[in-house]
């Protein structure tokens, strides 16, 4: 679970203390969101994903320019392309089916052209 790996890795590094923590200060959801989804064996939800992600990304952008923090730097941006990857995945996932294979409508209104890719 994303999450999970997620939780882990902040909390080897430091930066993350305790699920509690981790849901508020990192998914932006209530102290026990993180808790329950384990017990639960459920999915977060995307915008606890992107809130995590945007974090994230703040974060990996102050550590790079520091050679102090390389090997944080390193676990953080893997963390994070784990992140956007499971993210694109669940999002393709739910994302209607074209009829014609490979066909990616070109705009976003119901009546937009469909060219094949």
């Known amino acids: 679970m994303i999450l999970q790996n ?15 923590q981790f849901s508020r200060d990192w998914l932006g959801a209530s102290p026990s969101y993180f808790t329950s989804m384990e017990a639960r064996q459920r999915q977060p939800n995307m915008m606890a994903l992107m809130g995590l992600a945007a ?9 790079a320019a520091d050679p102090r923090y390389h090997e944080q ?3 953080l ?4 392309d784990a992140l956007w ?9 739910a994302a ?3 009829r014609a294979a490979g066909a990616v409508p070109v705009r976003s209104d119901p009546h937009a052209t469909v060219v094949a890719g």
Request: with cysteine; charged share 30%.
């Open 6 to 20: 997620a939780y882990n890795i902040l909390a080897h590094v430091g930066i993350c203390n305790t699920k509690a």
């Open 55 to 63: 974090r994230l990304e703040l974060l990996v952008d102050r550590l």
């Open 73 to 75: 730097y390193g676990l």
């Open 77 to 80: 941006e893997r963390l994070l």
């Open 85 to 93: 990857d499971d993210m694109r995945a669940r999002a393709l996932a």
């Open 96 to 98: 209607p089916k074209c």
